[in-house]
């Protein structure tokens, strides 16, 4: 069965920042391609970052470029994002999916408030 | 960037009834290697998005065939036949042929 658990996420300061990662298990990681994806509280869905399987390509929405930084670690079989600079705009709930979405963790919860 | 036009943003529906939803792009879908990147997503409500359609009309595993995706270039629907409760929630197509991938703002279906 696959399975994307995110964890890392709560509350933080604006300006500070917070990684997050995502546990895959029930296939094999290094074959695909993974995403972040975030949902602002009662909003829509919204792409942040890319990443191939092999860390050759990764890609970044506009709002999120040069304060995030997505990767993994096939090994590990784990997802990352490091998030800096955090603005109160990211407030989210952070989800992780799996290549065109077709499994996607429960999300965790980002909040950047002072 | 590319923009997806989706409408309507809320959708009534009766148990049973048939209902489209459609999904625009600002750009032409068709990526370099023939295929066309559109799909679309039902998140139930307090839960993760899960895939119903991958490029524009394959159902994913599971899901019934009372959901049928068509269209091309850039003008896309998500048909749902014989509508069902666990149907309800709101319906997101996403492109990924471009980046940055872009979502539509979204479709509430719910009972009228």
């Known amino acids: 069965e696959v399975q994307l658990v995110e964890s890392g996420g709560g509350l933080v300061q604006p300006g500070r920042s917070l990684k997050l990662s995502c546990l895959a298990s029930g296939f094999t990681f290094s074959n695909y391609g993974m995403n972040w994806i975030r949902q602002a509280p009662g909003k829509g869905l919204e792409w942040v970052a890319s990443?191939?399987?092999?860390?050759?390509?990764?890609y970044y929405a506009d709002t999120v470029k040069g304060r995030f930084t997505i990767s993994r670690d096939n090994a590990k079989n784990t997802l990352y994002l490091q998030m800096t600079s955090l603005r109160s705009e990211d407030t989210a709930l952070y989800y992780c999916a799996r290549r065109l979405g077709d499994y996607w963790g429960q999300g965790v919860m980002v909040t950047v408030s002072s | 960037d590319v923009l997806m036009t989706q409408t309507p943003v809320s959708l009534p529906v009766s148990l049973g009834g048939q209902v489209s939803i459609s999904c625009r792009s600002s750009q032409s879908l068709v990526h370099s290697d023939g295929n066309t990147y559109l799909h679309w997503y039902l998140q139930k409500p307090g839960q993760s998005p899960q895939l119903l359609i991958y490029?524009?009309?394959n159902r994913f595993s599971g899901v019934p065939d009372r959901f049928s995706g068509s269209g091309s270039g850039t003008d896309f629907t998500l048909k749902i036949s014989r509508v069902e409760p666990e149907d309800l929630g709101v319906y997101y197509c996403?492109?990924?042929?471009?980046?940055?991938?872009?979502f539509g703002a979204g479709t509430k279906l719910e009972l009228k």
């Open positions: 996403l492109q990924s042929t471009h980046f940055p991938y872009t």
């Open positions: 990443i191939s399987s092999s860390s050759s390509y990764i």
């Open positions: 490029r524009v009309s």
